[in-house]
């Protein structure tokens, strides 16, 4: 049964009916889903949530679709792991990675957005769908898309990672790059949807795409133990996993599923494409447009959409906002890759840096749970790391062209 209730714009508050539309007729705002919680009655419990399957639909209640999801139903439910060797470099008592680096099928959280968008497509009767991608969407749309029998469309900076494009091409959906950053693409993607008849996840579907989101933070609730924790550091491009975090967690609450833990939530940007953090460290709320230009592609969004709702996010839950540069981005990946074994992708750099920054700017208090949000797989970005790892030595297929090179090792204590 589900209890969604309308779209509702998140300005004037105007409903409307289920429908692949995602800006209000009256002001423009964002619609957002909302839902009659009251209706899901007393039985949706702990208990019931943990007699199902192991992936985001066991929150399935929670999400926008009618019937059975019929794409993604293997998503999510990704580790949430006790950093204890990490916690001890950054002095910090209680410190766990969200790892999304290995979500199910592509490698990023977007499995999650796309699961339901694509589920939502479906129920709305669309054959063709399609998205505007910084990477990650691409390859998910894409693999999810031909997993479910659907055709694709994906659209992309042309300027992005082998393993982005390729991680995309593989699954036989028609790429389309586009001479320009993140932000023409979007710009172009909306004018295709008004045209053509495609579920554009992020556009047309976006209400019902971003609600996807929102399953990441119930498995880290239910993963704490049924408890929301103190700090999450979130990653920010168009800012939606920021604003779906905190509306997941409130929702929990709502229901009691956990205590209130007055959680706060601090966003994540790269220096070189920051307007959101920018905005929380100047004390407006007003986003300013930028030009990206960092290593972090997947977090390039220059005029973010859900900018303004992320910072208020951050400002009304007692968070805050910081930014690391591209030196930063790598020296946190390896940091996170040495410490836990876990390879992130640049946005995870991004996260770790920042949320290093903010211990140590004393705004994360040490003795607090923190949870920091890995988003995506570092083999897709091996580009920002690969001149940057201990160099490879080639030896003739000998002892004797071994042993001097372990003797140097030992001589230099490695
Ligand atoms: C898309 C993406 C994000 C953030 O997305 P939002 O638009 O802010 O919801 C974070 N990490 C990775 C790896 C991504 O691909
Ligand atoms: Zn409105």
């Given at each position: 049964m589900s209890i969604v209730r309308a779209l509702k714009c998140r300005e004037c508050g105007s409903e409307y009916e289920i429908a692949p539309v995602h800006v209000c007729?009256?002001?423009f705002g964002p619609l957002e889903v909302v839902y009659d919680?009251?209706?899901?009655?007393?039985?949706?419990t702990r208990e019931l949530i943990e007699s199902r399957?192991?992936?985001?639909?066991?929150y399935k209640e929670l999400l926008?679709?009618?019937?059975?999801?019929?794409?993604?139903?293997?998503?999510g439910f990704t580790p949430l792991v006790r950093a204890k060797n990490l916690e001890k470099v950054l002095g910090v008592k209680e410190l766990y990675i969200k790892n999304?680096?290995?979500?199910?099928?592509?490698?990023?959280?977007?499995d999650r957005v796309v699961s339901v968008a694509l589920s939502k497509a479906v129920e709305f009767g669309f054959t063709t769908v399609a998205c505007a991608s910084t990477g990650n969407l691409a390859g998910s749309v894409a693999a999810n898309a031909t997993a479910a029998g659907l055709k694709s469309y994906v659209f992309i900076p042309h300027d992005l990672e082998v393993g982005k494009v390729v991680g995309a091409g593989v699954y036989d959906t028609s790429i389309v790059a586009i001479e320009g950053q993140y932000d023409d693409v979007n710009r172009l993607c909306s004018e295709i949807a008004g045209k053509y008849?495609?579920?554009f996840v992020n556009v047309n579907v976006r209400p019902f795409y971003a609600e996807g989101s929102k399953s990441y933070a119930y498995e880290i609730m239910e993963q704490l133990g049924w408890k929301a924790p103190k700090h999450v550091v979130v990653p920010m491009a168009s800012g939606s996993l920021c604003t779906k975090v905190d509306k997941a967690i409130k929702e929990f609450v709502k229901l009691g599923l956990?205590?209130?833990?007055g959680t706060a939530i601090y966003g994540a940007q790269a220096t070189g494409c920051s307007p959101i953090a920018r905005s929380v460290k100047e004390g407006t709320d007003l986003i300013h447009p930028v030009k990206a230009d960092t290593i972090a592609k997947s977090l390039a969004?220059?005029?973010?959409?859900d900018g303004y709702y992320a910072n208020r996010v951050m400002k009304e839950s007692g968070g805050w906002s910081e930014d690391v540069s591209d030196q930063e981005i790598v020296d946190a990946i390896k940091l996170l890759a040495q410490t836990e074994g876990i390879f992130a992708e640049t946005a995870g750099g991004v996260t770790l840096g920042v949320a290093k920054k903010l211990i140590e700017q004393g705004r994360?208090?040490?003795?607090e749970s923190i949870v920091i949000c890995v988003t995506g797989n570092g083999l897709k970005t091996l580009e920002a790391v690969q001149d940057q790892i201990n160099p490879v030595r080639t030896i003739k297929p000998s002892l004797k062209a071994f042993d001097p090179l372990a003797e140097a090792d030992l001589a230099a204590n490695k």
């Open positions: 007729e009256f002001c919680y009251d209706a899901l009655g007393e039985g949706f399957p192991q992936n985001m639909w066991r926008p679709i009618e019937g059975e999801p019929t794409v993604g139903a293997e998503v999304d680096a290995v979500c199910y099928p592509t490698l990023s959280f977007k008849p495609w579920a956990v205590e209130d833990a969004i220059g005029n973010p959409a994360i208090p040490r003795d």
